[in-house]
């Protein structure tokens, strides 16, 4: 089964354009080191929660959009490996995010289900 590193982030809507070309150059990136997938999805239907919702979550205001994302990997042993790697690869330590990397949630998931 797969491993899966999930990701929720409040992006400002002016800049959907510079986040999805920032997630293509993240995505071959990662994909060069190891992921076999990279999803990213913008936001469209994030209703408001009673207790929780995802705006929440990241502390989204009314001028951003939340974003779900996820990178698929064959294993934990790559995730971590990618992950150790983009920490000490000096091009990726000021790489300027078109967002507020906080706010943004992440994890490692093991595959559950998948069908």
């Known amino acids: 089964m797969p491993y899966i590193e999930g990701f929720v982030a409040a ?9 999805l070309k920032h997630s293509q150059e993240a995505a071959a990136y990662f994909k060069r080191n190891g992921a076999t997938r990279h999803v990213e999805c913008w936001g469209d239907d994030i209703p408001k929660g009673e207790l929780t919702d995802f ?6 205001r009314d001028d951003e959009t939340v ?19 983009m920490m000490d690869d000096p091009d990726m330590s ?3 995010m078109p967002f507020d990397g906080k706010r943004m949630i992440w994890g490692g998931f093991t595959v559950l289900m998948d069908e």
């Open 94 to 96: 000021g790489m300027d």
């Open 11 to 19: 992006v400002p809507t002016a800049n959907k354009e510079v986040y």
């Open 55 to 60: 705006q929440g979550a990241v502390k989204a």
């Open 67 to 85: 974003v779900f994302s996820w990178i698929e990997y064959p294993d934990k042993a790559t995730r971590d490996a990618v992950n150790k790697k």
